[in-house]
């Protein structure tokens, strides 16, 4: 499980070099981590309902507007990418959408009180990457 060459890239790199040749130690080792990123679907009924007799929302791939996994530049918190959403009441507005943003190193949660309006949309992606350089591990 370490993230490192010799754990994962060793057979690879045998057969790379039965069939091409070269130079018998690989110049480089840093490696791409990639993590598929994880939705949770739409829970239709929910356990307990909301004062109204009302299920609140759980679930889905769409958060603000904004399709989960989503990279996004944000002012404060810079590239991240979009999580869940939730209302958040306020004095102005009855209620408005916030949402969740992730690290994309770590996919550790950054906020969850982002507004929508401050977030500019760069590109859709349902996975998250990190490069491992060899002095790391």
């Not at 040749?21 to 307990?48: A, D, K, M």
Request: aromatic letters at 8%.
């Amino acid at each position: 499980m370490a993230t490192v060459f010799s754990a994962h890239c060793v057979d690879s790199f045998c057969l790379a070099y039965d069939i091409l040749g070269g130079e018998i130690n690989p110049s480089n080792q840093n490696l791409l981590v990639v993590t598929p990123l994880r939705f949770y679907r739409r829970q239709l009924h929910r356990l307990e309902q909301a004062p109204g007799n009302i299920r609140s929302r759980y679930g889905g791939t769409i958060s603000a507007g904004f399709k989960r996994g989503s990279i996004v530049k944000h002012p404060k918190w810079g590239l991240t990418y979009v999580g869940g959403e939730m209302l958040k009441p306020t004095k102005k507005e009855l209620q408005r959408k916030v949402i969740s943003l992730h690290s994309l190193e770590t996919g550790k949660r950054l906020t969850q009180s982002a507004n929508p309006k401050d977030i500019k949309f760069l590109t859709y992606s349902t996975w998250r990457t990190n490069t491992v350089p060899v002095s790391a591990s």
